[in-house]
């Protein structure tokens, strides 16, 4: 599941996936309704991760815990990496992606760190549902892979293409209200 938010924290565009593992709409996801459906136990780790890398304006990584419809919990990892634009790298957001695990982590609490980004690969049926997202879920493996150690002078060249991706999933979302501060 593919996600970019803007500078404020507010979700502009979020795959399909989410509402189908979740069934919140894009609308109930902005302006932190997406908490609504993370499992009690995990919240106050995720929102303290989000919060501190937004602070930090920094790449993150978290494991924890969604809330099906229906009550059921769902392990997945969600990591971002933020997004710069001109004039001066100025702060638009984070695009990032969510993933289920293929089974519980071993240690069974939520857990998140700043500073890097790592996604599992995805779980069999939830591959990307457009070609943006699957081009998205590349050049976020891309920025994770050249920012474990490989491929540095790559790194502007992946952060461009994140902020072009970004933008034309936002520009491609029915739910895009302006094209003010867009990736």
Known sequence: MIFVTDAAGKVVYLSDEWTVLTGQQIEDVSQQGWSKVIHPDDLAV????????????S????????????GR???????????FGPPERTFLGFFGA??????????????GSLGRFTLPSPVADSEPRSVLELVADHLITAHALI??????CALAAVEVALHEVGRELVRASATAQDGSNLH
Not at 98 to 111: C, F, G, N
Not at 147 to 152: A, D, L, N, S, Y
């Open 73 to 83: 919990a769902t392990w997945v990892v969600a990591g971002a990496v933020p997004s």
């Open 46 to 57: 995720v929102r303290t991760v989000v919060a501190e890398a937004s602070v930090a304006r």
């Open 98 to 111: 969510i993933s289920r695990l293929a089974s519980p982590p071993p240690k069974s609490t939520a857990t």
């Open 147 to 152: 920012m474990q150690g490989g491929g540095t």
């Open 59 to 70: 790449e993150f990584t978290v494991r924890y815990r969604l809330l099906s419809p229906d």
